[in-house]
Antibody
Framework: EVQLLESGGGLVQPGGSLRLSCAAS????????MTWVRQAPGKGLEWVSV????????YYADSVQGRFTISRDNSRNTLYLQMNSLRDEDTAVYYC?????????????WGQGTLVTVSS | EIVLTQSPATLSLSPGERATLSCRAS??????LAWYQQKPGQAPRLLIH???NRATGIPARFSGSGSGTDFTLTISSLEPEDFAVYYC?????????FGGGTKVEIK
């Protein structure tokens, strides 16, 4: 059974940093691209970033480019999102999800999310 | 950036009725469009990928169609568990983008 478990969310002040983790199990983690998607309270889904299976290619939304860094440790089956220079508008539930097929852009399994609150 | 516009914003229907949800792209995305279902407090769930392919375990009452800029998600006969928010998402161009969602509510 595929499982994705996010952790690392919490309350942080504007300008602060946080690192999210996503522990994966039940599939061959090193074979699939992975992504982060966020959802602000009461709002829709917003794609954040994606990383290729091997970690060599990454893409970011303009809203987080230069502030967030996606990475992965295939030996630990874990995906990360380093978030720096956090802003109020980064407040959201952050979901990790796995890609499938020949694409890094469609996602078949999602974690339950971790809440990040940016506030003073 | 490709903008996805979903309509209507809210659809009020009764169980057993047919639901038709629309997603329009600001430029062609070929067939690279997916549909997700999200219930309150839950993660999104993949329903349809590449415009018309049902994901594993998705009931046959869900179907997707379209190509280019106009796409439709159809639920042939609404079950009580289908009342939720539905999002479309394109993977044709970076950045990936989602539509604003359609809420299917009980009439």
């Amino acid at each position: 059974e595929v499982q994705l478990l996010e952790s690392g969310g919490g309350l942080v002040q504007p300008g602060g940093s946080l690192r999210l983790s996503c522990a994966a199990s039940g599939f061959n983690f090193s074979s699939d691209a992975m992504t982060w998607v966020r959802q602000a309270p009461g709002k829709g889904l917003e794609w954040v970033s994606v990383i290729s299976a091997g970690g060599g290619r990454t893409y970011y939304a303009d809203s987080v480019q230069g502030r967030f860094t996606i990475s992965r440790d295939n030996s630990r089956n874990t995906l990360y999102l380093q978030m720096n220079s956090l802003r109020d508008e980064d407040t959201a539930v952050y979901y990790c999800a796995k890609a499938f097929g020949d694409s890094s852009g469609k996602f078949d399994y999602w974690g339950q999310g971790t809440l990040v609150t940016v506030s003073s | 950036e490709i903008v996805l516009t979903q309509s209507p914003a809210t659809l009020s229907l009764s169980p057993g009725e047919r639901a038709t949800l629309s997603c329009r792209a600001s430029q062609s995305v070929s067939v690279y469009l997916a549909w997700y279902q999200q219930k309150p407090g839950q993660a999104p769930r993949l329903l349809i990928h590449d415009a018309s392919n049902r994901a594993t375990g998705i009931p046959a009452r869900f179907s997707g169609s379209g190509s280019g800029t106009d796409f439709t998600l159809t639920i042939s006969s609404l079950e009580p568990e289908d009342f939720a928010v539905y999002y479309c998402q394109q993977r044709s161009n970076w950045p990936l983008t989602f539509g604003g969602g359609t809420k299917v509510e009980i009439k």
